[in-house]
């Protein structure tokens, strides 16, 4: 990619280049006294909301930790049934769409708009695919085959009767996790929106596009930790 | 009223209370307004609504308390000369007083799902919201010199989320109520009522409360970093503002915790998952860690802005600059620092007794910043010239009763004494002199204090003293009583005692009494100054803080200029107050010399 602009503004019709939400047209909120003040303050309430996400996630692994503990058979057995291909194919989808993610914030703030695009749609698609893998190629199957979390856990070849435990765990963190992916994609979904509707993220003004990007990196992030903790520790 | 004559007119822009006229486009610029004084009020409102609905349910608990439900058994010999034992219930009064409503729960069971209303309605829904959300979303931004918080419509979202919580609690109330107690403990809160909603609709509303907890912090953290005026350096700020700044900090850090942990929690009851189910494995204890992981910190998210409240206060009322402003500053961080480290004290008889001596130490620190502020405070006070109007009796009370309660928080962190006084009335005494004694008392005082920068109004002196005087009388007879009952072995949360007790649940019931009446007098001050209230001037007390600065009310965008500050907040001996009127207040005679 050459760093000059790839879109010519003459291409780009009037209706679009005057409407308030275009990236040059956009002013801070009425409190604040630059844009780029408003900008730092909504990078340091993300990092502050990204904080929240951590401490959610961190009752999980502490529930992890605690039962791994307590009962090793069970986590070393529970361990046994994932696939780490599968796991390792949504790291490797994750991390692609985290470079893409981090990617589409530097074509913002070179005014690419094509090739910001393209790389939210990338994104998005990486998010789609993680979901479809995580959903059809493992959940899907292991519900099937009846390990499931709790009372519902029917798999009739247990080796170790707390594992109905470790199910519990392992759908409580990924079903969150899974559910941040779909946040983060919407999130995307939005950005793609403005972006393609009124071109709204530029040199001067890509809050969203940060932002969005930032919460994308933490999903990458907790993945990182819960793939090798569940599919690596046999 | 000198300078502000002289602003009049400069600016078109009138008070944020005037709107459009007609009833529902004005209805309707509440609804969808961002500005952080209406939200203010609006959560002003919604809070001391909750205060009402769970201080209606702790005068229930008193009431039955004051004779409480007793089964008599009476052995009789018949004319056969067989034994007969006929039993009766005496004291069911809350199921005489609900009647049909509550027909098919019994008294005791009434009573646990009063106690379990009181309890989630005020912690989740009153206290923690309270002081933060209202005075601080109103006074915070104004008090840096800001237009506004920095994100504004999520300050509005956060209204809504905390409102929707509110909705979801009293939606359970409403299809007959929850008995686990405010700590929803396992495994009893994932099993009981198990074909009924209710428990989830409870625990969801408090997992909806957090949410808007957490966007409240996040946004004081963000407006304190980013908003200050123009010479406010983080020293020049007002300790209130500090004091919010360290509760903004533990709601950020400590409520996601309670986040996942109420998640489990309804995992648990919609699909057994077990992992509070000692059945399969689980661990209820892990429950209470995590449970304690943010409960702990959120009693000084209470707290704190209390603290900050008492700091304007007694600053302001004696006209005397704060004593260790730094000391004070410092120890709400230190209390935020350190109230992450003592969740474990709530659990001492589930844990080794190497954690248990650790937590008990740790918990000891708390003392420490917390007695800075209050020596800071008297050393205030010290030569200052005091106006005993109702903010600084509130102030005063707050010195009494909160020094009381937590100087008997000291022999609940001893191990020795705690075995002794746990699950008792005594704690339930020091929490209440903790949490009603310091924070609705701080709060009350805080109302006052700013009520006429809020609406504009003066309210009734002589009329508040007496709210204040009954108030003060009340709460002593409610919770002092309680110490002595919890140090004789009355046990919390139970609905009868045996004979001993009741003198003094009496005397603690009549106290509620007292203790509501008071409230009413405030009830009937305030409405009072709403209708019928002296216009207030802009600077009634002589602040130095820049909501001083301002009209009352506020106009719609706070300042006519960006305010540039100059003078510290309490420098009363050496800076003439804003608006600086005469009657309203003496100043001191060096008072703007050094200065210009």
């Known amino acids: 990619m050459s760093t000059m602009t790839d879109t010519n503004p003459i291409d780009v019709p009037q209706s679009i280049l005057q409407s308030p939400k275009h990236w ?49 058979e069970a986590w070393a057995n529970g361990s046994h049934y994932l696939d780490w291909r599968f796991g390792a194919a949504n790291t490797a989808v994750l ?65 170790d009767p707390h594992e109905p435990l470790w199910w519990s765990l392992y759908y409580v963190g990924t079903g969150i996790h899974a559910l941040h992916v779909v946040i983060g994609a919407v999130l995307f979904l939005v950005v793609l929106y403005y972006a393609k509707r009124y071109q709204a993220y530029g040199p001067t003004q890509y809050t969203l596009v940060e932002n969005a990007a930032l919460y994308w990196h933490l999903v990458d992030l907790v993945w990182i930790f819960l793939f090798p903790l569940l599919y690596l520790i046999h | 009223m000198s300078t502000l004559d002289a602003h009049a007119g400069h600016h078109e822009e009138g008070s944020y209370l005037s709107g459009p006229p007609g009833i529902f486009s004005r209805v309707w610029q509440w609804m969808t307004t961002v500005d952080h004084k209406k939200i203010g009020v609006m959560y002003l409102f919604a809070v001391l609504f909750m205060f009402f609905v769970g201080g209606l349910a702790a005068l229930f608990v008193r009431y039955e308390l004051l ?39 019994t008294g005791t069971q009434i009573y646990n799902r009063t106690f379990t209303l009181h309890g989630a309605v005020m ?35 956060s209204w809504y989320v905390y409102v929707f919580g509110c909705i979801f609690g009293i939606l359970s109330i409403l299809m007959g109520g929850v008995d686990t107690g405010w700590t929803f403990y396992t495994p009893y809160s994932t099993t009981t009522d198990a074909d009924h909603w209710r428990v989830v609709l409870m625990v969801a509303a408090a997992f909806v409360l957090g949410f808007s907890s957490i966007l409240t912090g ?20 007002p300790l209130f503002i500090w004091a919010v700044y360290a509760t903004s900090i533990i709601q950020v850090l400590a409520t996601p915790v309670i986040g996942i942990t109420l998640l489990l929690l309804i995992f648990e009851r919609l699909m057994n998952i077990g992992i509070f189910d000692p059945a399969m494995g689980g661990d209820p204890v892990l429950y209470q860690h995590f449970f304690w992981f943010y409960s702990h910190p959120v009693v000084y998210v209470m707290i704190l802005p209390a603290m900050g409240i008492m700091s304007e206060l007694l600053a302001i009322h004696a006209r005397k600059h704060i004593f260790g402003y730094r000391a004070i500053a410092f120890s709400s961080l230190g209390i935020a620092g350190v109230s992450f480290l003592v969740w474990g004290h709530h659990i001492f008889t589930a844990m080794g007794e190497l954690a248990a001596i650790l937590f008990s130490g740790l918990t000891f620190l708390v003392a420490i910043p917390t007695a800075i502020k209050v020596f800071n405070w008297i050393a205030t006070l010290y030569k200052g010239s005091i106006v005993l109007n109702t903010p600084m009796c509130y102030a005063l009370m707050f010195l009494f009763t909160f020094s009381i309660g937590g100087l008997t928080g000291l022999p609940l962190a001893t191990l020795a004494t705690d075995l002794h006084l746990h699950d008792s009335y005594y704690v339930v005494a020091h929490f209440h002199y903790v949490m009603m004694g310091g924070t609705v008392i701080a709060f009350m005082g805080g109302i006052h204090h700013w009520w006429p920068k809020m609406f504009g109004k003066m309210y009734n002196e002589p009329g508040a003293l007496i709210g204040m005087a009954l108030v003060f009388i009340g709460f002593n007879v409610t919770f002092f009583t309680q110490f002595f009952l919890g140090t004789q072995g009355m046990p919390r949360r139970y609905a009868n005692y045996v004979d001993e007790f009741q003198t003094l649940h009496q005397i603690s019931t009549y106290g509620s009494w007292i203790l509501g009446l008071g409230f009413l ?48 907040p309490y420098d009363f001996e050496t800076t003439v107050p804003p608006h600086w009127d005469p009657a309203d207040y003496p100043i001191h005679p060096d008072a703007g010399k050094g200065r210009h």
């Open chain 1, 24 to 72: 040059r047209n956009r002013v801070a909120g009425h409190h604040w006294r630059t844009g780029d003040e408003e900008f730092d303050a909504a990078k340091l309430g993300m990092w502050l909301f990204l904080t929240t996400e951590v401490l959610l996630f961190a009752g999980i692994f502490c529930g992890y930790a605690v039962f791994r503990m307590m009962y090793p």
């Open chain 1, 95 to 159: 991390l692609l769409s985290s470079w893409t993610a981090a990617n589409a914030v530097r074509c913002a703030q070179l005014d690419k708009q094509f090739w910001l695009r393209v790389n939210i749609v990338v994104t998005v698609v990486c998010a789609a695919l993680f979901i479809g893998i995580k959903f059809w190629f493992e959940y899907r199957v292991k519900l099937g085959q009846g390990k499931a979390p709790g009372t519902f856990f029917s798999y009739p070849f247990a080796h």
């Open chain 2, 67 to 105: 004779d409480p439900i007793r089964d008599q058994i009476v052995q009789t010999v018949d004319a056969n000369g067989d034994l007969v034992t006929t039993t009766t219930t005496t004291g069911e009064s809350l199921k005489e007083l609900f009647g049909g409503l509550t027909s098919d729960l």
């Open chain 2, 123 to 157: 912690v989740f829904m009153f206290i923690v919201p309270s002081i933060p959300a209202s005075l601080g979303n109103f006074f915070l931004p104004i008090m840096v010199g800001a237009k506004d918080v920095a994100f504004p419509r999520l300050n509005l979202l």
């Open chain 2, 218 to 237: 996040l946004n004081f953290v963000v407006t304190v970093h980013k908003l200050r005026a123009p010479g406010m350096g983080w020293f020049d700020m």
């Open chain 2, 521 to 568: 007098v405030h009830l009937a001050v305030f409405i009072h100054s709403f209708f019928a209230g002296e216009k207030a001037p802009a600077n009634p007390w002589g602040g130095l803080t820049l909501e001083w600065e301002c009209e009352s009310p506020p106009i719609e965008h706070n300042f006519h200029h960006e305010p540039i500050v100059k003078h510290g």
